[in-house]
Nanobody, 125 residues
Framework: QVQLVESGGGLVQAGGSLRLSCTAS????????VAWFRQAPGKEREFVATIRLSTSAPYYAEAVKGRFTIVGDNVKNSVYLQMNGLKTEDTAVYYC??????????????????WGQGTQVTVSS
């Protein structure tokens, strides 16, 4: 079983930056794809970004494209989400998720069977 731990959340002013980390432990050999999702109060969980670990190929939600960057470090079993140009609407709990394989709909939550506990990101105006 894989365990995921997120870190790096916090409070930042609009226009600022944060870097989230997701570190995996346990039986990670079967993990092929990692993603970030977020959930704001009163809203459904939404896809943010995902990365195919074998090729480092990323895929982003339109709302964050050009501002967020997802990168993987296979040696450290970690995936990072660099968030620049943060907006108040980026405020949410951010979750890391892991799955076995890249699918045709890479943003679908059903691709991921292991989830972290979440880290809060708050962007003030």
């Amino acid at each position: 079983q894989v365990q995921l731990v997120e870190s790096g959340g916090g409070l930042v002013q609009a226009g600022g930056s944060l870097r989230l980390s997701c570190t995996a432990s346990g039986r990670t050999s079967g993990t092929g794809v990692v993603a970030w999702f977020r959930q704001a109060p009163g809203k459904e969980r939404e896809f943010v970004a995902t990365i195919r670990l074998s090729t480092s190929a990323p895929y982003y939600a339109e709302a964050v494209k050009g501002r967020f960057t997802i990168v993987g470090d296979n040696v450290k079993n970690s995936v990072y989400l660099q968030m620049n140009g943060l907006k108040t609407e980026d405020t949410a709990v951010y979750y890391c998720a892991a799955g076995a394989a890249w699918r045709q709909r890479p943003s679908s939550p059903s691709n991921f069977d292991v989830w972290g506990q979440g880290t809060q990101v708050t962007v003030s105006s």
